[in-house]
């Protein structure tokens, strides 16, 4: 289970200082350690109207965000504050609060002092998986024409998934009601976000009016309404924090409670495309991408910031598979093995289970790119690990059990006559000595050869200067030597074949189980995306079809204008064919 993250109080993510976004690296540091899904919930608010109260309220604390009763802001870019989510366990809250000032148009503010006031809000659109908007007063043309300013950016700049919408009322006076019936909070956003149809979409004003909605509705499917009372008597906003709550007013504080419900019951985890969970090191990531291409001068785009991810996370689920492979072969391996064949089987268990392990970390692996290094580092790895130990195994079993040998040539035990005979009986009596020790590993054969190899001179001069044999024994001792070495090559060149036969039949089976988990995994994913996808088109569906409402409803109208306006230019071209002869309207002359 991994360790919560709690911070004691909030603490800046993005400072806006001197027309610059900065990222805080004590910020950065704190998310880098969140292993744990997060559920990001962002507010933002234009006229600083208790956000920071909502927000302490989610945190589950009295303090924590400042409330900002004075003129001066106290949020001034980001703010952070990480919990424990008090409703879903092994997640993490993560609770963005923001303050901007919008004023004026949204490529006004491209050009003007207040742009990064706008990139400010996008980033809270598109790091948020609840986005939540404060306003003051009734939902009004000014709050729709902000927010619209701020989807078109965010839609500039590549979102392909927003966040779930939720729009805050603050200081809501009116009754919820319409001729006379009660209507809910969510009706109410929805007539508010209501298009106008008929006679109106003709008007070139309602352009204006339709069009913040239309884009409102299209980038935030999925919305919900909550409307506050005043908390207190104006007089007493500047010492909210200090009051106790049965000094509030009892529907603000039922309000409060039903807003924070909602939102910790029904805010999501943080994703991305394809569905893919946002941890503390993503969401990290996300922060970095977004602001350095602001910094820039380039626009944030979404699925650059995914790629750029998917490449660190690629990276690191390359080592974490090696790593796990690494260990399960230390824990399973002793080296060298008995046989190749015992190390190929615990190399592909092994290996296995690395698979399992990049998968389970690893997400957008273009064209299975990471997956290959992975494969064929694996493969390597697993060839020089029982090479290089046999190797020195073999080599230091030889150098036992020949060193007497070798030692006694030097002394010249050797160099008399029979010497050579009794040179070669000692040295079979030494490889059958060699061969009867276990587990040399797979190069059993080929290290001994070698280094019989490096004593053939010995052995030569042995028989050269042996004054007991003939030139004739001498000649044929010679002879068996080269059947003897020829044997053992054609002996060698059957290893080394059979050898291979089993690296090729170990590599296809790890390509076969290279192929069986990743299309595994895209089967996941294949479902998981048309379930979203699904959802979506759903969502879409609905803002088409009420386009195609409207539409419908102003060709109807202009059909019944162009019907009356054909009448009336007969009727008034026959009363205008000559100045005598005049038609009445009905049809004498």
Not at 30 to 57: C, F
Request: contains cysteine; aromatic residues 8%.
């Amino acid at each position: 289970m991994a360790p919560e993250i709690d911070l004691p109080g909030p603490m800046s993510l993005i400072d806006n200082t001197k027309g610059q976004l900065v990222v805080n690296p004590e910020a950065l540091k704190i998310l880098s350690a969140i292993t744990q899904p997060v559920v990001v919930v962002a507010i933002v608010d234009l006229y600083r109207t208790g956000k920071s109260y909502l927000m302490n309220k989610l945190a589950g604390k009295k303090n924590g965000f400042s409330l900002g009763s004075t003129v001066q802001s106290h949020s001034k870019g980001i703010w952070m504050w990480c919990v424990p989510h008090p409703k879903k366990p092994e997640h993490t809250l993560v609770l963005l609060d923001t303050e901007v000032t919008l004023l004026c148009g949204f490529y006004n503010d491209l050009q003007g002092d207040n742009e990064n006031d706008s990139w400010i809000f996008a980033l809270a659109v598109l790091l948020s998986s609840t986005f939540v908007y404060n306003s003051m007063g009734t939902i009004n043309q000014q709050a729709m024409d902000q927010l619209h300013y701020v989807t078109e950016l965010t839609d500039r700049i590549k979102a392909n998934s927003s966040p779930a919408f939720v729009w805050t009322p603050r200081d809501f006076t009116l009754e919820l009601e319409v001729d006379g019936e009660p209507i809910t909070a969510d009706d109410y956003l929805e007539l508010s976000l209501k298009l106008r149809k008929g006679y109106w979409v003709l008007i070139k004003k309602s352009k204006s009016f339709n069009d913040p909605r239309l884009c409102i509705q299209k980038f935030f499917p999925n919305r919900k309404c909550f409307i506050f009372d005043w908390p207190v008597q104006k007089k007493y906003l500047a010492r909210l924090e200090q009051l106790k709550e049965e000094e509030l007013n009892p529907d603000f504080i039922e309000q409060v409670a039903e807003f924070c419900s909602y939102i910790l019951s029904h805010s999501n985890v943080k994703t991305l495309s394809g569905g893919i969970p946002v941890n503390g090191p993503r969401l990290e990531s996300l922060v970095l991408t977004y602001v350095n291409a602001i910094s820039s001068g380039d626009l944030p785009c979404m699925e650059n910031a995914v790629l750029a991810l998917a490449q660190i996370e690629n990276s690191a689920a390359v080592e974490k598979a090696i790593a796990h492979y690494e260990q399960q072969m230390g824990q399973k391996v002793q080296l060298p093995t008995e046989t190749l064949q015992e190390l190929l089987d615990l190399h592909r268990d092994s290996e296995r289970e690395a698979i399992e392990v990049f998968m389970k970390n690893s997400f957008k692996d273009v064209d299975q790119t990471f997956q290959r290094k992975l494969g064929i580092y694996l493969a390597q790895l697993e060839a020089r690990r029982d090479d290089f130990s046999s190797s020195d195994c073999c080599m230091a079993l030889l150098q036992d059990i020949f060193g007497p040998l070798e030692e006694d040539v030097k002394q010249g035990t050797f160099s008399k006559p029979g010497g050579y005979r009794l040179f070669i009986q000692k040295q079979q009596e030494l490889k059958n000595k060699y061969y009867q020790v276990p587990r040399k590993g797979i190069q059993a054969e080929e290290v001994p050869k070698k280094y019989l190899e490096s004593k053939e001179d010995v052995a030569d001069a042995l028989l050269q200067t042996d004054q007991s044999l003939s030139e004739k024994e001498k000649a044929i001792e010679v002879e068996r030597i080269k059947a003897e070495s020829a044997e053992a090559a054609k002996k060698m060149l059957e290893e080394i074949q059979k050898k291979n036969e089993q690296m090729m039949e170990q590599k296809d089976k790890s390509y076969q189980e290279h192929v069986k988990q990743l299309t595994e995994k895209m089967e996941r994913d294949r479902a998981q995306f048309m379930a979203e996808q699904e959802k979506t088109l759903s969502l879409k569906l609905q803002v088409f079809n009420c386009i195609i409402s409207i539409f419908s409803s102003s060709l109807q109208l202009r059909a019944e204008i162009q019907r009356k306006s054909v009448e009336y230019l007969k009727y008034h071209l026959c009363n205008t064919l000559t100045p005598k002869k005049r038609l009445s309207k009905d049809g004498r002359v």
